[in-house]
């Protein structure tokens, strides 16, 4: 109920009659009435006028499952929403989730995170009431060796949502970070359950630094976020909403050929190693090469200093620019 409402009055730039949303969801006043108070306690600024009705005023940085659920304009990414106050690491719960059933598509998100994870097992800081913590759970009909991939997919996603509801130059640092001005805003971490041949269920997790105004003295040379770059705050839910639209949209490319020969092309326009030279940095050591841009199956194409060309698989490579961290 709250959703309908709250959507209804989003959807309005007029007062809505309590009486209108009393007909048009087929409830009573007393229960449209409570469903607004509710949304007051929350911190919606809503104003009632006698004889005008409802009318949304202000919608804070809220984040509840009514307040993302009433932003959402997918047909299946993020229709079921998970949410948490607090939880270890939204991975973590979409994963049990898999375990237990949850639909393709079922989005988990936390307003905060106690064990935020990176690639590695490296943490992700994760404090409370600013920032995006979400994992969607995916069942695809493709082989586990190209899920990697859907990490590409969601890098290209969020980095689209991102510019769609700031206008902020968002870019991709191969193969899971978004940068804004050279500084690391996002990262994505995939993981998966597999049997030999088929993939039983795969994560992404995405951590964007949204609403955060300082950070950690051991990542604040290589970490920003949206408000810092931006200098307004921005609604979690609606970018939320966002990256997921385009989510639908990019899975949805990717499925159809289930390589990425459909988004390659937007991936390297928004890559910032893109022509530029860099070092990767493998298990086995360290080494510098020019970047060219990815390939259809996600591999970043360089060349190496005695002239060859090399594709190099995701899995455990870090890029990182010649003189810094971009
Ligand atoms: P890189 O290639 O930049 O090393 P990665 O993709 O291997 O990154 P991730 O797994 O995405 O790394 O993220 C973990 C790392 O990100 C941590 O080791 C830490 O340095 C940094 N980090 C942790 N929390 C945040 C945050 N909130 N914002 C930006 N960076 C963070």
Known sequence: MKTKILRALRESSEYISGQHLCDQFQVSRTA????????????????????????????????????????METRWAGQEVCYYDKTDSTNIQAKLGGENGAAHGTLFVADRQEAGRGRRGRSWESPRGVCIYMTILLRPDIEPSKAPMLTLVMALSVAEGI?????????????????????????????????????????????????????SEEIKERATSLFIEGGSCVSRSRLIASVMKRYEENYGTFMRTKDLSGLYERYNSLLVNLNRDVRILETQGEYEAYARGINKKGELIVTTADGKEKHIFAGEVSVRGIYGYV
Request: charged share 30%; net charge positive; proline share 2%.
């Open 32 to 71: 449209v009435w409570k469903a607004i108070e509710q949304l007051k306690r929350e911190g919606y600024h809503i104003e009632a006028v006698r004889s005008k009705g409802y009318r949304l005023i202000e919608s804070p940085d809220i984040i509840s499952r009514a307040e993302i659920k009433s932003m």
């Open 163 to 215: 510019r769609e509801q700031t206008g902020l130059a968002a870019e991709i640092k191969w193969p899971n970070d978004i940068i804004l001005n050279k500084k690391k805003v996002c990262g994505i971490l995939t993981e998966m359950s597999t049997e030999i041949e088929y993939i039983n269920y795969v994560v992404t997790g995405v951590g964007i630094n949204t609403n955060q105004e300082r950070f």
